[in-house]
């Protein structure tokens, strides 16, 4: 089965600066790759997500890259804020039945 | 809609009793999911339903768990007889199949196993 392998597992950055976090999968057949957000003690949501047929995606102060041929996938947040601060998993799927993967977590910690 | 509800929020219960979870997913929604969140496993995909019948429970720990969902509103997992390692947050969540693939999860029901 797909494995997702994500790093770091924590961050910390000072507000203003940049985060990336990196994923790793295993499947090659995996086509979709989404980013939640899980603030502390609140529920995983869906803040972007990119498909295979697309190398980069952006949305506001968030980016995510994909590479196929390494299987590797980025979240890049620029000009973090300390809303910023949350648990953020990456995961990977197929289309079919959208099982989906999560990797380990990465806590970000975004200090004023 | 008012999102995936599940219930109850949190359970506080002795080993070898049972635990029973509850979820309503999405009105529309033809996948539900169970996963389980621990600080040691993170994100655990139990088992998926698609149109009310189970695709994948590989991800169940072992003969203590099951889950059901006898109608497209409504799915339990059930924990028989509950252990202390059982002691996690257990999230249900719902989408449409096809390539949207987002994940709509419930608040969690935190489950405590003395």
């Known amino acids: 089965g797909e494995n997702v392998e994500q790093h770091p597992s924590t961050l910390s950055v000072q507000e203003g600066d940049s985060a990336v976090i990196k994923c790793t999968y295993s499947?090659?057949?995996?086509?979709?790759f989404p980013w939640y957000k899980q603030e502390l003690g609140k529920r995983p949501q869906l803040i972007i997500d990119?498909?295979?047929?697309?190398g980069e995606k952006k949305d506001q102060r968030i980016a995510v890259t994909l590479n196929k041929t390494a299987k590797h996938f980025s979240l890049h947040i620029t000009e973090t804020q300390p809303e910023d601060s949350a648990v953020y998993f990456c995961?990977?799927?197929?289309?079919?039945?959208?099982?989906?993967?999560f990797g380990g977590g990465t806590r970000v910690l975004v200090k004023p | 809609d008012a999102g995936v509800i599940q219930s109850p929020r949190h359970e506080v219960t002795e080993m070898g009793q049972e635990v029973t979870l509850r979820c309503k997913p999405i009105?529309?929604?033809?996948?539900l999911f169970w996963y389980r969140q621990t600080m040691m496993r993170g994100l655990e995909l139990l088992i998926y339903?698609?149109?009310?019948?189970?695709?994948?429970d590989s991800g169940m720990p072992e003969d203590r768990f099951s889950a059901k969902m006898p109608n497209a509103s409504f799915s339990t997992l059930k924990i028989q007889p509950s252990e202390p390692r059982d002691s996690a947050v257990y999230f249900c969540a719902s989408n449409h199949g096809g390539n949207t693939g987002e994940l709509f999860f419930g608040e969690g029901s935190r489950l405590t196993v003395l």
């Open positions: 990119i498909r295979s047929n697309v």
């Open positions: 995961a990977a799927s197929k289309a079919a039945g959208n099982k989906l993967t």
């Open positions: 009105s529309g929604h033809d996948y």
């Open positions: 339903f698609n149109n009310n019948v189970p695709i994948d």
């Open positions: 499947d090659s057949a995996s086509n979709y």
